[in-house]
C-alpha cells in the first residue's frame, strides 16, 4: 500500500477502526454486546482487505522472485485470520456453534477474544491446510459452511494460485515456458 496514497488511507484508517473497536470491545464488551460483533467484523474485513492487496500485488509481479512467492504464503495465512474472525463473530452471535471440548462457550465468554479467540484461530489453521485433528468441530450449519467454504477456499488457493507461482518462478525469465511460445528468430 506504500505506493498507493489512496490504499494507504484506507490501510490506517481501517487499522484505527479495527483497533479501536478492538479496545472498546475489551474494555466494554459484556456492557455493550455489539461491540464484539463489530470488533470481529472490523478485524475480519481489514484482514481481507490485506489478503486482497496481498493477492492482487503478487499477480502484477511480472516476474516472480523468492519475495512473491513469500507473499502468496502470506496472503493464504491470511485467508486463516479472516476465517477465524468470522468464526469469532460466528460464537458470540450464536454461542455454542463450535464445539470447543473442556471449553463450553458461554454468552459471556464469546465476548472474550483472549478465552476463545487462539482456540478459533487455531481451529481456523486446522481447516485451512485440512489438518483437522478432530478436536474441535462445527456444530451449526452456518459453522459448517463457513468450515467448508474455508477448506474448499484454501485449497483452490493453494492449487491455483501457488503453483502457477511456482511453475513460472521455474520456468524463469527467458527459457521457453511450453509449445505455445516460440523460439525468438535466430535461436537454435
Excluded at 464488551?29 to 500485488?57: C, E, K, N, R, W
Excluded at 522472485?65 to 463473530?89: Q, R, S, W
Excluded at 455454542?96 to 481451529?123: D, H, K, Q
Amino acid at each position: 500500500v506504500h505506493r498507493s496514497p489512496p490504499l494507504r488511507l484506507v490501510a490506517v484508517l481501517g487499522l484505527l477502526v479495527a483497533v479501536t473497536l478492538r479496545w472498546l470491545a475489551y474494555f466494554l464488551g459484556p456492557d455493550q454486546p455489539v461491540l464484539p460483533v463489530l470488533s470481529h467484523l472490523a478485524a475480519g474485513v481489514y484482514m481481507a482487505f490485506l489478503a486482497a492487496i496481498v493477492f492482487f500485488t503478487v499477480l502484477a509481479h511480472r516476474e516472480i522472485t523468492h519475495n512473491t512467492i513469500m507473499g502468496a504464503v502470506c496472503g493464504y495465512l491470511l485467508i486463516a485470520y479472516v476465517f477465524a474472525f468470522g468464526y469469532l463473530m460466528l460464537e458470540v452471535l450464536s454461542p455454542g456453534s463450535i464445539a470447543i471440548p473442556n471449553r463450553p462457550v458461554t454468552a459471556e465468554r464469546a465476548y472474550e477474544f483472549a478465552g476463545v479467540g487462539p482456540v478459533l484461530m487455531y481451529f481456523s489453521f486446522s481447516t485451512l491446510t485440512t489438518l483437522g485433528y478432530g478436536d474441535i468441530l462445527p456444530v451449526s450449519p452456518l459453522a459448517r459452511s463457513l468450515a467448508t467454504l474455508e477448506v474448499v477456499g484454501g485449497q483452490l488457493y493453494l492449487v491455483a494460485f501457488v503453483a502457477r507461482l511456482v511453475a513460472v518462478m521455474k520456468a524463469g525469465p527467458g527459457r521457453d515456458r511450453g509449445p505455445d511460445h516460440e523460439a525468438p528468430p535466430g535461436a537454435g
